[in-house]
């Protein structure tokens, strides 16, 4: 019923850009928070980017190089990712938390985002 799937990870070159989408399906999506987490190995998952009631808030290590939007005819989260870092090196999730109810979320399989020459 409910799933979110990530697509546009990959290999990029640092500096590069990389724009990672989230299809969501079986739920309404303009009833969800909807954000980007990400894990490197080793490493606790963090929060990247979120986007709630047309506002967005990021992580201090990615302002001004990652943007957040949604297309709501597409039902699908975008996560732009610009001047790319070896850093930047993780799985990258979607989340989608509902507003209506609190223990209501969901999270995406990941896509494995590498940044290295």
């Known amino acids: 019923q409910v799933r979110l799937v990530e697509s546009g990870g990959g290999l990029v070159q640092p500096g590069g850009s990389l724009r990672l989408s989230c299809e969501a399906s079986?739920?309404?999506?303009?009833?969800?928070?909807m954000s980007w987490y990400r894990q490197a190995p080793g490493k606790e998952r963090e929060l990247v980017a979120r986007?709630?009631?047309?506002?967005?808030n990021y992580a201090d290590s990615v302002k001004g190089r990652f943007i957040i939007s949604r297309d709501k005819a597409k039902n699908t989260v975008y996560l732009q990712m610009n001047s790319l870092k070896p850093e930047d090196t993780a799985v990258y999730y979607c989340?989608?938390?509902?507003?209506?109810?609190?223990?209501?979320?969901?999270w995406g399989q990941g896509t494995q985002v590498t940044v290295s020459s």
């Open positions: 079986g739920f309404t999506f303009s009833n969800y928070a």
């Open positions: 986007s709630v009631a047309g506002r967005t």
């Open positions: 989340n989608a938390d509902s507003l209506i109810i609190d223990s209501d979320d969901y």
